[in-house]
């Protein structure tokens, strides 16, 4: 016989006695749905990886350009996700790519009444915090433009790196565009957008590089858009402002469809059909993880099968 119905049937009708036994504190208010909807979620990166006894384990790296009030909780969800998916033991690790006045919400600590339910703490890299050199002495090209965002950097080290990167013999031209696209897009988040340009523009190699790479000169004009959209008054009509959003909104959107068409050739039908939907999030994750995503990943952050 299936208990489990008839069971919790009888204890909802007699919800004040189960509360009585249960946790006699609390008084009934009203029954809720008990489905528990899934939220789609994906996380930055997930690498299964071996500990110091060659323990297997899952590595979550999250990226954060920006603090956000739910981060502590996406993370939390995130580890249990990964936890009952992969059954391996997880560490979770928030890489700070700049600077913030928001505090960080971690630990997460849930409580009720006083009494702590659950309490979840992460390790968190602040790039700014450390040395250039951690990425600089590397022989991975790819990991050169962080340093951008790392303790010192300036114009001179962002004019560096690009050399580097326009030099390095091991890439190829079209890896070349890719990481100097990258380099610019993430000293963009730190210096100002126009000086970066402007530093990289003066090397004839590193300037028709960048020229070929629809992601820099997207990052770029997006930059110079916000810049004269917070030197606009305040007060204008609702209705033109939407419509300037939606314009930017498009060409966000047509910006990412050439840099896909750079990196892998002709994009189907059901791409461009997630791209017309993504919303800004999105789309930002989708340029800023090109340069490693294959093209199945890309279609995982576009929401596709």
């Known amino acids: 016989m299936d208990y489990d119905q008839a069971l919790k049937a ?13 946790a006699p504190d609390l008084a009934f208010v009203a ?47 995130y580890f249990v996700r990964l936890r009952r998916h992969y059954r391996l ?7 700070l790519l ?64 690009a050399g580097r990167l326009a030099r390095a ?15 610019a897009g993430l000293a963009g988040l730190r210096l100002p957008r126009e000086a970066v340009l402007k530093v990289l523009r003066r090397e004839p190699m ?7 790479s629809s992601v820099a000169q997207g990052w770029f004009d997006e930059g110079r858009q916000e810049g004269r959209q917070e030197g606009r008054q305040e007060g204008r009509q609702e209705g033109r402002q939407e419509g300037r959003q939606e314009g930017r909104q498009e060409g966000r959107r047509e910006l990412v469809r050439q840099a896909l068409e750079d990196r892998f050739g002709a994009v189907d039908e059901e791409v461009l059909a997630a791209l017309a939907t993504a919303d800004v999030r999105t789309l930002r994750a989708v340029v800023a993880h090109l340069a490693v995503d294959s093209p199945s990943q890309v279609r995982q952050r576009l929401g596709l099968p």
């Not at 009888?10 to 249960?22: I, Q």
């Not at 033991?89 to 928030?94: L, N, T």
């Not at 013999?169 to 380099?183: G, K, N, Q, S, V």
């Open 98 to 161: 700049r600077e913030s006045r928001q505090p960080l919400p971690l630990p997460v600590r849930l409580a009720w009444g006083g009494d702590t339910a659950l309490s979840f703490a992460c390790d968190v890299v602040r790039l700014w915090e450390l040395p250039r050199t951690l990425v600089l002495a590397r022989p991975e090209p790819a990991l050169w433009p962080l340093a951008t965002l790392m303790a010192g950097a300036t114009l001179a080290t962002v004019e560096d790196i």
């Open 31 to 77: 029954e809720r749905p008990t489905e528990l909807p899934a939220e789609r979620r994906e996380a930055d990166l997930v690498w299964e990886v071996a500990g110091p006894e060659a323990q297997r384990g899952i590595l979550h790296l999250e990226l954060q350009t920006r603090v956000e009030a739910d981060l502590g909780e996406r993370l939390l969800e």
């Open 206 to 212: 590193i300037r028709d590089l960048l020229r070929d």
């Open 10 to 22: 009888l204890l909802v009708r007699a919800h004040d006695g189960v509360l009585a036994l249960a």
């Open 169 to 183: 013999p091991e890439l190829a031209a079209a890896e070349r565009r890719e990481l100097l696209a990258l380099a």
């Open 89 to 95: 033991p997880v560490r979770s690790v928030v890489v």
